[in-house]
C-alpha cells in the first residue's frame, strides 16, 4: 500500500493498514539507545504527546554527496543524541537537501513545509498560511540550484517557492495528487508525475510571474504515476506507475523513447537513472521484489532483472533504490525492501547480489554517501551500513516512529519522520 492509499483511507475514516512484519534478527549495534535493542530516541524537551501515526510507502530517498565521508561516519556522530528540532505534530513524509544552499526541507501531513539550516539542524522558516500553501498531505519537494523550492500534495497543486521566503506561486496543471517531484537538470527545470497518470515538466527558470510554466505534459502511463527520476543533465526522465509499466522519456522532445509495459507484478514503486550513463540506463524496483536494469538502447525487455526481494515466505516491495561506492571502490546498486533486508547488488554483474544486511523493521527511506548505504526503518531507527561488506556499522536512534527522510553530505545528516521532528547529526 502506497503512502496515498493510506492517506485515503485515514480521510474516509477506514483507519491505518495494518503494519507489516517486524524482522526477527537480532538488531545491529546500537548509537543513542541500548545494547542489543532499537535505538532510543534523542530526548525531547518541552515537547508535545502525540499519538502512533499511519505506515506508509517510503518517499524517495535523497542521495548523498559523492566522494568518501569523514573517518567519523564508521563509528558514529559526534554527539549521539543528535539536534532535535520539534516542528509538527503530524508526520513528516518527504525532504530534500539543498547543500550548496545551507538548508534543508521537510513536507508534512500538516500541509505545511520546514526549511531547516543545514549547519545546525534548526527551523528556519515554516512554508504555510491561510493564503499560500498545500491544502493537503505534502508528497514530495525538490530544492532547485537557485534557492527556491518545488513541493508537490495530495491537492494536486504544485507550489513554486521563492528562495529565501515564504511566498510561493501555485501550478494548478495536474488534475490528481502529485507523487513525486524532481530536479530536471541544473538550469531551473524540473519534473513531476501524478495520479491523473500525466508526468509534467516545468521550465521554473527565471523570476516572476512568468517562471514556473508548464512546458511540458508527457502522457502514456494508462495507471497513476508513482514515482520519477531525472538524468543528471536533465535531458531523461524514468516513470513506473501502478500498473508496473515503466517508460522512459525525452524530455526535450516531449515523447517516450522506451515502453516497458507491465515490467513489474503490482506497482512499480522505485526509478532510479544510473549515474554516468547520460540518461541510456535506469534501474527500477516493483511491488513484486524485483528490480530491473533497463536500457533505453535495448527497448525489447530489460537488460537485467533479478528476484531480489523474493523468498521462501513470499516476497517483499523495493521501498527505494540508490547508487553507492563513490571514490571507494566500484559503484554498487543499493536496495531495501519489505522483507526487512537492504541488498547490494552489482549492475555490471547482471545485478548479482554483493551483499545483504538485516534491518530491525519496515524500511521507509534510503540515501547513500560515498560506499554508506543509510537505510531508515519504521522503529525509528537509521541503520549505517558499509554497501561493499553487507555489515551495519551502527543505527542511531533518529526518531520515535518511522524515519522517512535521510539525506547525507561530508559530515552532516539530516533525518525526519513520522514523530513531526527532524534530527540532526555532525560526524568529524
Known sequence: MDRFEEGLRILEGRGPAP??????????PARGGPAG???????RTGARARPAPARGRAPAGTPGADGPPPPGWRTGPVDEAGTLEDLSDRPLLCGDADWANGHAVV?????????????????????HGRDRGHAEWVTSVACLPDGRILSGAMDAKLCLWSAGSTACRDLRDHSGPVS?????????WAASASYDKTVRLWDCAGAGRGAGGCAQALSGHRAPVLCLDASEDGGSLVSGDRGGSVLLWDAAGGASSARFAELHGGHAT??????????????????DGCVCLLDRRAPGGPAARAAVHVGD?????????AEAGGGEGPPYVVTAGADGTARVLDARAGLAEVSRARLTDFPYCLATLGPLALVG?????????DAAAGRTLYALGAGRAAVRFAAASGGRLVTAGDDGNAVSYRFA
Open 19 to 28: 503494519p507489516p512484519a517486524r524482522a526477527l534478527d537480532p538488531p545491529p
Open 37 to 43: 535493542g532499537a535505538p532510543a530516541a534523542p530526548e
Open 107 to 127: 513536507g508534512g501531513s500538516d500541509h505545511a513545509l520546514y526549511v531547516l539550516d543545514a549547519a545546525t539542524g534548526r527551523r528556519k522558516r515554516t512554508l
Open 180 to 188: 513525486a517531484v524532481v530536479r530536471a537538470g541544473g538550469a531551473g
Open 270 to 287: 522505485a526509478a532510479r537513472f544510473v549515474r554516468g550513463t547520460g540518461g541510456t540506463q535506469a534501474l527500477t524496483g516493483g511491488q
Open 313 to 321: 515466505k513470499g516476497r517483499g516491495a523495493v521501498g527505494d533504490l
Open 377 to 385: 526503518c519504521g522503529d525509528g531507527s537509521l541503520h549505517v551500513i
